[in-house]
């Protein structure tokens, strides 16, 4: 594994604890800078700064990764507990929490070479961050703003039910290097609407 990324993934399945908490950070830092740029502008909104938490948003990177990774990575974090994935999404996923700051979503297909999102990146990609998802008080709310005052168009036309009762949108923002960033902005299930 050459790049600092495909590293960090490595680690996050070391059986030292201080290995895997320096990939951690690592996996986090580079989500945190790749999508950071790619949303800079957000944070002029005022109203969409406070549905995002500005200045200190919740964001957790989403590692996508071939099912043999997921499952080492998950037996070296003691197999934290699998998320409840709707079952039309083509996703297994599982969070890491290494300080309040620092949280990861580790995802893999359900079907490899199937035509779900997780198993097109693969395919694409490789491994590698996948997403990067923003709490947001609420995403109707901020897909509104997102639409009307950015131009952006979300992935799905209203917010759609997540990972462990969720409500969530994606937006595929432009980065500064020419790419696109894949931006979930989610809403905890206690403040989802029903």
């Not at 931006?183 to 609407?193: D, F, G, H, R």
Request: charged share 20%; proline share 7%.
């Amino acid at each position: 594994m050459s790049s600092p990324l495909a590293a960090a993934i490595a680690g996050l399945s070391s059986a030292v604890p201080s290995v895997r908490q320096a990939a951690a950070e690592e996996v986090y830092r580079l989500g945190r800078a790749t999508a950071g740029i790619a949303v800079s502008a957000w944070w002029a909104d005022e109203e969409l700064s406070a549905l995002l938490q500005g200045p200190q948003p919740t964001i957790t990177p989403g590692v996508a990764v071939q099912r043999e990774t997921f499952n080492r990575i998950r037996i070296a974090n003691g197999t934290p507990r699998l998320a409840e994935v709707p079952p039309d999404q083509d996703a297994e996923e599982f969070e890491l929490h290494f300080s309040p700051d620092i949280l990861l979503d580790i995802l893999t297909t359900r079907e490899p070479g199937g035509s779900g999102a997780i198993a097109k990146y693969l395919a694409k990609f490789g491994e590698g961050l996948q997403q990067v998802e923003f709490l947001c008080a609420d995403v109707d709310r901020a897909t509104e703003i997102l639409k009307e005052k950015f131009k952006m168009a979300p992935i799905y036309p209203a917010s759609r039910s997540g990972t462990d009762g969720t409500r969530v949108n994606f937006f595929l923002v432009a980065s500064p290097d020419g790419g696109k960033v894949l931006i979930e902005l989610y809403q905890a299930a206690s403040k989802a609407p029903s």
